[in-house]
């Protein structure tokens, strides 16, 4: 299982601050792909994401138990 | 005060104080402190209120790599302490405080300064805008380019 988090304006389109998906071993980019089939109105081409809480590129591998996060342009300070 | 975090993700208002505190040294001839406030005009639109989120887990991780970067590009006789806050916040509310104390008051003016350009780049916290005739989640407020490479603009070696 990959816990998938949502923030900002991705957790208000999706309606969920978390997901939890059964997926077999995929890269981020995969992931992408798949959440966009899934949320046809979705875009995450160029969104930034994290594996267990560090950023990750599109080709880094998610694997059961990770948690893979998307961050949206950021905004603090 | 020794066990209270240097770097925090905190839903009630920041003491100013309490950040200071936690870079005092016999080392310091300077302490800088930031105060990032909510501004009601922004390009003449009117704030009414603002809500911030965070990814805390994340967000602390990555405040401590800036502490880490500014030991390592100045010198790790550079304190530093960062409380951002989240959750529902007014006109005037403190948003972040950024604490650093050094030996010299140079140092603490420019670690300060960067602290602050870092957390815009790479520390998961969002604003969202609550204006008279809508919302919105900000992003990109220093106008990047929207990551081109899945990645914020940091050099590498820096992850």
């Not at chain 1, 980019?29 to 969104?47: A, D, F, H, R």
């Not at chain 2, 815009?120 to 490479?149: A, C, H, M, R, S």
């Amino acid at each position: 299982m990959i816990r998938i988090l949502l923030f900002a304006y991705l957790q208000e389109t999706i309606g969920e601050s978390e997901l939890k998906v059964e997926l077999s071993e995929s890269t981020v980019g995969q992931v992408k792909k798949w959440m966009e089939t899934q949320y046809p109105n979705l875009s995450l081409q160029n969104m930034m994401a994290a594996v267990n809480e560090e950023f990750a590129t599109d080709d880094m591998i998610v694997k059961d138990g990770d948690t893979l996060a998307f961050i949206p342009p950021i905004s603090g300070g | 005060m020794m066990n209270t975090p240097l770097f925090e993700i905190v839903d009630k208002p920041i003491d100013v104080e309490e950040v200071r505190q936690k870079v005092v040294s016999r080392n310091a001839g300077a302490i800088t402190l930031f105060i990032g406030t909510v501004r009601e005009l922004t390009k003449g639109k009117k704030t009414l209120h603002l809500e911030y989120q965070a990814y805390p887990a994340m967000a602390i991780k990555m405040l401590e790599q800036i502490s880490k970067e500014i030991q390592e590009r100045w010198s790790d006789e550079v304190k530093v302490a960062i409380s951002h806050r989240v959750g529902h916040l007014e006109i005037s509310d403190i948003a972040v405080v950024i604490a650093v104390s050094s030996p010299h008051r140079k140092v603490a003016y420019e670690a300060n300064e960067y602290a602050i350009d870092r957390i815009k780049q790479i520390v998961p916290i969002w604003k969202k805008e609550f204006w008279e005739d809508g919302t919105e989640w900000i992003g990109d407020q220093l106008e990047n380019v929207p990551y081109p490479k899945g990645n914020p603009p940091i050099k590498k070696g820096e992850l």
